[in-house]
């Protein structure tokens, strides 16, 4: 009889000890999600939401695989990634039409299933043995879908409570409509609504960037100011409709000679600014000169099968690292402009349609 007894106070010791284990372990793990949560809600930039998703969530919470798809509907979001530079090994995608998401209700556990996503084919879903299927919503709307991935079978399992992952699920959720809103907000503050060019008021301040990074880096800073020719004219002859139709040419075709990282901006009206960073004096010549050529090539559709023909004026500057310490941090931005804009001046008034280029910093000749 003592030896049952003693064998039961044993058996219910160890069960007690497992339990207490098992509940420091819950605890450790709620305290390790509250602090994720925490730091996501704290999280004001899409970049830094992305990033404690698909680097700290794996690595704090030992998962094989974290992976996120997120619904383009808009058509902007991929615009939104390229601004952040995020590393190209992140395990995340862009779907345009989000039905496939839309009957995902509730997160999803166990073994992959040949009727998951079929956009989760590039997160490696064949080397998991389980996985957790998070949907993320905006009120009714899919938004995304939050894959962990692991490869225990026992790590998620169809009988596990999923009380956590839901809470996980909408914090994230929160988060990413948040961040998103937010940039589409900062966006709008700084595109020009009529071309979806960037405004005077980023031009400005990516100036000020610019100017810095070259002083730091030693390269050189090429502006040009474009102007479409008799631009008045358009409006009068045509209307004003016809006159955006031409502003919003112009800019397309403008930007078509641009590498990924010069700046087109709407200065005002029918002017735009150009900078091209890192050019020598013939290369900027070249590429102005192949704007202007573009422009004078193309006419403008307008309504009925009807066209007309526009040309621009160009006055370009190129300010050389060399004469950065002739003038104070101050002043360099404002040199470049006013040299870049006489030379739009002597375009003009030499005839319009035609590449002037300042001689203030530099003399250039055409590259043959």
């Not at 060019?197 to 990516?206: C, E, L, S, T, V």
């Not at 955006?244 to 930007?255: E, G, K, N, S, Y």
Request: charged share 30%; aromatic share 4%; proline share 5%.
């Amino acid at each position: 009889m003592e030896r049952q007894l003693a064998t039961e106070k044993q058996w219910l010791r160890t069960r007690l000890e497992s339990l207490i284990d098992a509940a420091r372990e819950t605890e450790q793990k709620l305290n390790r999600l509250a602090a994720l949560e925490l730091r996501l809600l704290e999280a004001d930039d899409l970049s830094l939401v992305l990033g404690i998703l698909l680097e700290d969530l794996k690595t704090g919470f030992e998962l094989d695989q974290v992976a996120l798809v997120l619904c383009d509907a808009r058509g902007d979001l991929h615009t939104a990634l390229e601004s952040h530079s995020l590393p190209e090994h992140w395990p995340l995608r862009l779907m345009e039409d989000p039905a496939p998401l839309q009957d995902l209700q509730a997160p999803t556990l166990g073994p992959p299933r040949d009727d998951d996503p079929e956009v989760l084919d590039f997160c490696g879903m064949t080397q998991l043995a389980s996985r957790a299927l998070l949907p993320l919503r905006r009120g009714k709307d899919p938004i995304g879908l939050l894959v962990l991935g692991s490869q225990r079978a026992e790590r998620y399992s169809a009988d596990q409570d999923t009380y956590l992952l839901k809470r996980l699920a909408a914090v994230v959720s929160v988060c990413l409509a948040n961040t998103l809103s937010s940039w589409r907000l900062r966006e709008i503050g700084v595109t020009d609504p009529l071309t979806g060019m960037r405004n005077r008021r980023f031009f400005d301040q990516r100036l000020q960037d610019e100017i810095l990074r070259m002083e730091r880096e030693g390269h050189a800073l090429a502006c040009l100011f474009v102007d479409i020719d008799h631009f008045k004219r358009v409006n009068d002859d045509h209307g004003h409709a016809a006159g955006d139709r031409a502003i919003t040419a112009v800019a397309q075709r403008l930007a078509h000679h641009l590498r990924r990282f010069d700046l087109l901006a709407r200065y005002g009206g029918e002017e735009f600014v150009i900078l091209l960073p890192g050019l020598e004096p013939a290369e900027m010549h070249s590429v102005a000169e192949r704007m202007r050529q573009g422009v004078e090539a193309t006419p403008v559709p307008l309504d009925q099968e009807d066209e007309i023909s526009v040309t621009v004026s160009i006055g370009a500057a190129r300010l050389p690292p060399r004469l950065l310490r002739e003038h104070p941090p101050e002043e360099r931005a404002r040199v470049l402009l006013n040299a870049a804009d006489h030379a739009l001046l002597q375009a003009k008034e030499s005839g319009r349609n035609r590449l002037v280029i300042s001689q203030e910093f530099c003399s250039v000749r055409p590259a043959s």
